[in-house]
């Protein structure tokens, strides 16, 4: 399971910094739940795509490193992590992170996403 999640926020990490939010949205279950660290929930793939289209228009290189991994169930994982973002001028800033990842139809979805990002 390292290996997928490592591998999908590689492809996550160049989409988004070549400006495309597809790839990044296409991670999530069609309800998916982001949980801000201003409080505000952003709720399924619609309300997700004004988000990440505005994070890839910024061109910053968002990097997410699992700390911990523990499987819940068979179709179900949580995640601990640290993610370190840096901007177009150079500007970094880190966070942690919680992912509820979920199997969809085989592949791996976040589920649930919980941030303090400050973007």
């Known amino acids: 399971m390292d290996q997928i999640i490592t591998e999908k926020y590689e492809n996550m990490r160049t989409t988004l ?3 495309d939010p597809d790839y990044v949205l296409n991670m999530h279950t069609k309800d998916a739940i982001l949980f ?3 409080g505000k929930e952003v709720v399924g793939i619609e309300e997700l795509r004004p988000f990440y289209e505005k994070v890839a228009t910024t061109g910053i290189d968002i990097n997410s490193t699992p700390t911990s991994i523990e499987f819940l ?5 949580y995640e601990v992590g640290i993610f370190t973002t840096t901007s177009i001028a ?5 966070a942690k992170y919680i992912n509820i990842w979920k199997r969809v139809e085989g592949d791996w979805k976040i ?3 919980i941030d303090q990002a400050k973007l």
């Open 73 to 77: 169930s068979e179709d179900v994982v």
């Open 36 to 38: 801000m660290q201003n």
């Open 90 to 94: 150079g500007i970094q800033n880190s």
């Open 17 to 19: 910094k070549s400006g």
């Open 111 to 113: 589920f649930k996403a």
